[in-house]
């Protein structure tokens, strides 16, 4: 395995994880009607797996384009997509649940929704990131083939 390929197959790791294995999902029983109704969970879910699939791909080009890899900007995608996919996947991994006080309860649900868009910003600028990268990446170096 050549160094090149190591980012691709961190964010395919990451694009695994992000993969729902359990789609429970809201549907209707009433019947006659087909309708199902997908929480807003469900929906991020499906935007950060669409996104990470493209960014797999492109890291993928980018390894059969390049043999020079920049690790710093890597490092940084990495850690700015991680707090995502940890909400994503646990999403009550800051909750205590064993708390039997309402209001430190009630302290611990606020300080996880505060941290919530902060997650999402994130990942909004490591892909903004990325994206910049990718392109810039592109337009530099001529294709090799």
Do not use: C
């Not at 359990?22 to 996104?51: C, K, N, Q």
């Not at 646990?90 to 909750?95: A, G």
């Not at 309860?105 to 990268?133: C, D, E, H, N």
């Amino acid at each position: 395995m050549t160094r090149p390929h190591i980012p691709f197959l961190a964010f395919l790791i990451l694009l695994l994880l992000t993969i729902p294995f359990s789609f429970d999902f809201a549907t209707s029983v009433v019947p006659g009607w087909h309708m199902t109704i997908f929480p807003p969970y469900y929906v991020w879910g499906l935007i950060v797996l669409i996104v990470l699939l493209l960014v797999t791909i492109d890291y993928w080009l980018l390894s059969k384009r390049t043999d020079k890899t920049n690790w710093t900007f890597f490092a940084i995608h990495f850690a700015l997509t991680i707090p995502t996919i940890i909400y994503l996947k646990f999403p009550s991994i800051l909750l205590d649940v064993h708390l039997t006080d309402q209001n430190e309860l009630m302290k611990a649900i606020q300080f996880r929704m505060k941290l919530i868009p902060i997650a999402w910003a994130l990942f909004i600028v490591g892909q903004t990131s990325f994206i910049i990268y990718f392109i810039r990446t592109i337009k530099a170096k001529p294709t090799s083939t």
